[in-house]
């Protein structure tokens, strides 16, 4: 589900994250403490080699993933699609999973949605899937009413730019509008197919998945030919392989950035030491607190609402993530300050990282 977002303005230190806990706790809310265990997501690690990971052993961790990463790639996606593919399989094995992202560029102009999107085909045990995401430009979340004066033209435009890709990678995929929001269905049922990131007029994201491991090389391949004028930020993502794999994975050219990916079980008390492992480039997010915003707003809209920590190398911020705001925007900022006691600035997430 898309999310709002705000975060803290200046880098804090790890002893004034846990007084803000120790604020929402006196609050009546019921934050982490420095003992209790969490879930640290780690992302963005540069790693040389798969050893790399063995700095992590003093934790338990689960989802690991190794990220190739091209910056400013202009090649020839087919290729670099189906060198990933050969390797995959010779090791494909259930739980085995690859994928690899590249921008798509919307021919039609578009006022509410950026033309820059992203898709990502991959494999998996038994079967491929390609996955094609929008970017809004403004993230407006399930049940909010902010854009429904545009609500017509949120729609128009979201349909237009669904069925660009779906002609393209030529889908039996059909769109409709129920209820006031896009639809989207398979014309054939026998065939997962799933549609995700919703927001307020519907789904920003749709799957299709196929046995034939061939059958989405060609048709993504004409996907990442409407960006091809321009540099492209390609990713692929490698889990569940072993590491004679990975070293397999390696050798394809280019050369690629090898990032890390995983979840670590730890106490609260843990994140600095793991944020010391993962510098410089690496970032780290765990949950501070998590409440329902009546709690503190009576009278208010009720949403949900999670305080997260937030590590990189310059230290430590913390965000607010909300299913809707339950204020009006220009409230927003100053009433989560005043509840964590830091300048707070709105700040959405990447949609494609």
């Known amino acids: 589900m898309r999310e709002r977002r705000w975060e803290t303005t200046i880098p804090l230190t790890f002893g004034q994250v846990l007084a803000v806990g120790e604020r929402l706790a006196a609050l009546g809310l ?28 003093a934790w338990s961790t689960e989802d690991e993933t190794l990220i190739h990463v091209r910056e400013g790639w202009q090649g020839d996606f087919f290729l670099l699609a189906g060198a990933y593919h050969t ?4 090791y494909q094995d259930v739980g085995t999973y690859c994928s690899i992202s590249h921008p ?22 038994a079967h491929s899937f390609i996955r094609v995401r929008l970017h809004t430009k403004e993230v407006i979340t399930p049940g909010e009413t902010r854009g429904d004066a545009e609500r017509a033209q949120w729609l128009e435009e979201r349909r237009t730019a669904f069925l660009e890709a779906i002609s393209l990678l030529e889908l039996p995929v059909e769109t409709s509008v129920e209820k006031q929001q896009l639809v989207l269905h ?24 196929t046995a034939d491991a061939y059958e989405f090389l060609v048709p993504a391949s004409k996907l990442a030919a409407t960006a091809a004028a321009e540099p492209a930020n390609v990713r ?26 995983c979840s670590v079980h730890c106490p609260l008390d843990d994140l600095p030491e793991i944020r010391s492992v993962i510098e410089p480039d690496g970032r780290l997010y765990s949950t501070l607190c998590e ?15 999670i305080i997260g920590i937030v590590g990189n ?10 299913n809707r705001a339950p204020l009006n925007e220009d409230l927003m ?3 989560l300050e005043r509840v964590i006691g830091h300048p707070m600035v709105y700040a959405p997430l990447p949609p494609f990282v």
């Not at 390797?87 to 010779?90: L, V």
């Not at 190398?313 to 909300?322: I, N, S, V």
């Open 30 to 57: 019921h934050p982490a403490v420095p003992a209790k265990d969490v879930i640290c997501y780690v992302e963005e690690w540069t790693v040389e080699a798969p050893e790399d990971f063995d700095q992590l052993d």
């Open 87 to 90: 390797i995959c399989q010779r």
């Open 104 to 125: 798509w560029r919307i021919r039609d102009p578009l006022r509410l949605h950026d033309p820059r999107s992203m898709f990502w085909l991959g494999f998996r045990h």
């Open 186 to 209: 398979s014309s054939d049922a026998s065939v997962p197919f799933f549609c995700s990131w919703p927001d307020a007029f519907g789904p920003c994201q749709f799957e299709y998945n």
């Open 236 to 261: 692929a993502y490698l889990t569940g392989f072993s590491e004679d794999a990975l070293v397999d994975f390696q050798s394809i050219d280019p050369p690629a950035r090898c990032v890390y990916r």
């Open 291 to 305: 409440f329902h915003t009546q709690t503190l707003l009576p009278g208010g809209a009720d949403a949900s609402a």
């Open 313 to 322: 190398e310059a230290g430590f911020h913390l965000e607010a993530r909300l």
């Open 333 to 335: 900022a100053p009433w």
